[in-house]
């Protein structure tokens, strides 16, 4: 492998990355090991963002990757069109129990991508099913982020993500404003108490475009890649008000928030909203094998199951739909939570992440700290004429300096703690952070 790691590190085209910046100095992972991973000069990194949201009760834990071994050996690959995996059936089973109450269906995807592009494909046809022809409209959220396919891009407000595609979106999609406001919500802890009022837009979008033409409504209940935006008090009661008034189907996107990340199941359950659809994946196998899933009611799911029965119903899916090995993965991450009380881990957890993160309330390049559950951010000012460098070089700083891997998006630093992190590595983690700070500039 050695041999061509030059050739590979050219070879590569990496995702959301800086190619050119990153291959002058690489910074490349060979292994892990519960909360920390292996460089590949022989050192460790402790991993302060848990995987990419996906690794919540650590890296290659051994419950799941006993399960893995031994799937692959007995069933390596199983189609899923027309022909079931019993890994797949019971993970189904074993997924709907962890869902909150009365969502008893689950289209299996590969990623959370897929799982939004899903989703998104699943209203407009229920609509066209239940004979609503005109409801064709989307809404989305600025700043939302719901994957990288057509549909999430659209939907997502994300303006990195969309504009060299803007002439190639999808038609009928619109925005409501997001919730974050420094004037208001700056260095809140917890859901801000400011911009409920926000979800009113939806109101507007309805008034300009018919009662009868929104389709669906798609938001991250606590955004996350985009920096870390908890929903102000009400503002996700209020979107729920209005879109039941209005026979608008409502999408939460839980591809981070759910699998305790929020500090229960799911988000919608932590914050005691319940949307129409879910749809997730990352903390689904604990990040081990890529797999996501679209959480339905039985009301929209018995919406499709009409026309003759040997007829297809929902003309979609993937290859690997269901795969096997990763339902394996699956069902031993979700057997890992119930015996580990993971769940109940990053409940205890919150108010030790919470003051930690904010001990740098203070410093002079962050201009807002804010927090919910297991998911923080620390926002920095810009330098001027450079957005996202300072952001980088913390980035890049806590890793090669502190041996500290944190996630930075632009000029947001953001964190996301193993639901069974020790307290005393959370705060290990802010101290280097404020060493980081004050070495740049």
Known sequence: MSDHFEQGMQAQ????????????????LVGAQGHYYQTRDGGQVYDAFSGLWTSGIGHCHPKIVEAVQQQVAKLDYAMSFQIANDQAIELAAKLTDFAPIGFNKCFFTNSGSESADTALKMVLAYHQLKGDKNRVHLVGRQRGYHGVNFGGISVGGIPANRDLYSANLLPNVHHLPHHHDLEHNAFSKGAPVWGAHLADALLDIIAEHGKQAIAAVMVEPVPGSTGILPPPVGYLERLREICTQHGILLIFDEVINAFGRV?????????????????TAKGLTNGVIPMGAVLVTDEIYNTFMQG???????????????????????????????????????RALE????????????????????NFGLMGAVELAPREGEAGGRGLEAHKKCFWDERLVIRNGMDILQFAPFLNSRPDDIHRTFESLRKVLDSIA
Do not use: C
Not at 14 to 22: E, L, S, V
Not at 263 to 279: C, E, H, K, Q, Y
Not at 351 to 370: C, G, K, S, Y
């Open 263 to 279: 500090g229960d199941n799911f988000g919608a359950s932590r914050l005691g909203v319940m949307p129409d659809i879910i749809t």
């Open 308 to 346: 003759p029965g040997h007829m297809v119903e929902f003309f979609h899916g993937y290859t690997y739909s269901g795969h096997p090995v990763a339902a394996a993965a699956g069902l031993a991450s979700l057997e890992a939570y119930a015996e580990e009380g993971s769940i109940e881990q990053a």
């Open 351 to 370: 108010p030790v992440f919470e003051e930690a993160i904010h001990t740098l309330d203070d410093h002079p390049l962050v201009i807002d700290v804010r």
């Open 13 to 28: 085209w990496m995702p959301f990355t800086a190619n050119r910046d990153f291959k002058q100095s690489p910074r490349v």
